[in-house]
Structures are given as structure tokens and as C-alpha cells.
Nanobody, 123 residues
Framework: QVQLVESGGGLVQAGGSLRLSCAASGRAITTYTVAWFRQAPGKEREFVGSLSWVGGSTYYADSVKGRFTISRDNAKNMGYLQMSSLKPEDTAVYYC????????????????WGQGTQVTVSS
């Protein structure tokens, strides 16, 4: 079983940056796809991006493409989400998720989830 814990959320002004971290335990996530989702108030949870362990392929939602970058450090069993040029509409609870091997944009495909970390972007 994989346990995920996010950290790094907070309050930031529009145009600023934040880096979220996702610490995995219980099992090495070397062969897992790591993904980030977010849920804004009153909205459904949505895909932000994912990073496959196979070839390091990344996929991003159009809304964050060019501003957000997903990375991972397998030696530390960590995943990261670097967010830049933040906008008020990026305000949400951000979740880290992991799935064995295969990439997906669908949250139902992910077996392991963190508890979420709040990101608030002020205008």
C-alpha cells in the first residue's frame, strides 16, 4: 500500500510561485505514475498533470500548460508540482495521486491519494 502526503500549499499573490511536494511511503513509487489533481470550491476535482515512470512523459491540462511542471525524485520517493504565474483561478485543494505504471487523466484510475493541500491565490 502506498501512502501519500502533500505539503507546500499556502497563500500566494497572483503571478507568484509555489512548489508542492508529495511524499510517498509504504512502497517505492519508481514504477508508478504520479499525478496531480485539484478541486476548487463548488467544482469537481480535475486533472492537473501527470508524470509517467516510463520515459518520464508528462501530460498537463491546457489550463496549466506552460505554467506548471511535474517532477519526481525516485531516490527520495517524492513527487513535485512547481507552479508559476499563478492565477486566482488556480485556487483549489491540490491532491497528489499515484497509479501503478500506466498514465491516465481519469481520477478513477488512480489507486492512491493524498489528503490534499490548499493553495490560495489572491488577486
Amino acid at each position: 500500500q502506498v501512502q501519500l502526503v502533500e505539503s507546500g500549499g499556502g497563500l500566494v499573490q497572483a503571478g507568484g510561485s509555489l512548489r508542492l511536494s508529495c511524499a510517498a511511503s509504504g512502497r517505492a513509487i519508481t514504477t508508478y505514475t504520479v499525478a496531480w489533481f485539484r478541486q476548487a470550491p463548488g467544482k469537481e476535482r480535475e486533472f492537473v498533470g501527470s508524470l509517467s515512470w516510463v520515459g518520464g512523459s508528462t501530460y498537463y491540462a491546457d489550463s496549466v500548460k506552460g505554467r506548471f511542471t511535474i517532477s519526481r525524485d525516485n531516490a527520495k520517493n517524492m513527487g513535485y508540482l512547481q507552479m508559476s504565474s499563478l492565477k486566482p483561478e488556480d485556487t483549489a485543494v491540490y491532491y497528489c495521486a499515484a497509479r501503478f505504471v500506466l498514465c491516465s487523466r481519469e481520477q478513477n484510475d488512480y489507486e492512491h491519494w493524498g489528503q490534499g493541500t490548499q493553495v490560495t491565490v489572491s488577486s
